[in-house]
């Protein structure tokens, strides 16, 4: 593929439309829609985003025997949709500091131990240059009711065999479906 031009199509609050113009491998020219949390690309090169616009938690009880999934009203697909805690990075924040804030906001639960990360992944791939990095680590508390009345999510700690019942008959996230669908079938 050829790159040939793009154009902003739209600005948001959140997010802001481009159209990507490219020519195929047989000559015709094609244009691909896409969205982005930066407002100001203006280049091929500025489509590659340096640093992640959010991160994903991926939390685990102190014994290890429970994942922490929210169960969350999405307003794109209009359904509640399983995933994990997540949020965007405040400017200032590292991964690790929005992390524990998320979590916090979300879920009422303190991030006491973090045990890994995983580098920046696409959020969508599909249609968004939008990055995240997974968090992985250990939380403590009570869950309560998310601090924003922006979201409802129901958060909740659950079990392996409760996991993959979830699997058979809940719509998850892509990232939270493959994770849990793994994590469910280990010994």
């Known amino acids: 593929m050829k790159f040939i031009k793009l154009e902003k199509k739209e600005k948001g609050?959140?997010?802001?439309?481009?159209?990507?113009?490219?020519?195929?491998?047989?000559?015709?020219?094609?244009?691909?829609?896409?969205?982005?949390?930066?407002?100001?690309?203006?280049?091929?090169?500025?489509?590659?985003?340096?640093?992640?616009?959010?991160?994903?938690?991926?939390?685990?009880?102190?014994?290890?025997?429970?994942?922490?999934?929210?169960?969350?009203f999405r307003m794109a697909p209009g359904d509640?949709?399983?995933?994990?805690?997540?949020?965007?990075?405040?400017?200032?924040?590292?991964?690790?500091?929005?992390?524990?804030?998320?979590?916090?906001?979300?879920?009422?639960?303190?991030?006491v131990k973090i045990e890994d990360t995983i580098g920046q992944s696409y959020s969508a791939v599909g249609f968004s240059n939008e990055t995240n990095v997974c968090i992985v680590g250990i939380a403590e508390g009570t869950i309560r009711e998310s601090d924003s009345t922006l979201e409802e999510i129901e958060a909740k700690w659950y079990t392996k065999a409760e996991v993959r019942e979830l699997l058979k008959t809940e719509r998850f996230a892509a990232r939270t479906q493959a994770y849990c669908y793994l994590w469910s079938k280990e010994a």
Request: hydrophobic share 40%; charged share 35%.
């Open 80 to 111: 509640w949709v399983f995933n994990f805690p997540a949020g965007l990075i405040d400017p200032g924040e590292t991964p690790e500091v929005a992390a524990k804030r998320e979590l916090m906001e979300e879920t009422g639960l303190n991030l």
């Open 13 to 72: 609050r959140f997010i802001t439309r481009y159209d990507i113009t490219y020519e195929t491998v047989d000559h015709k020219e094609k244009v691909y829609e896409m969205i982005s949390r930066n407002a100001n690309i203006e280049t091929f090169e500025d489509l590659h985003v340096k640093d992640p616009d959010a991160v994903v938690l991926i939390i685990h009880d102190a014994a290890k025997e429970k994942i922490l999934i929210n169960k969350e």
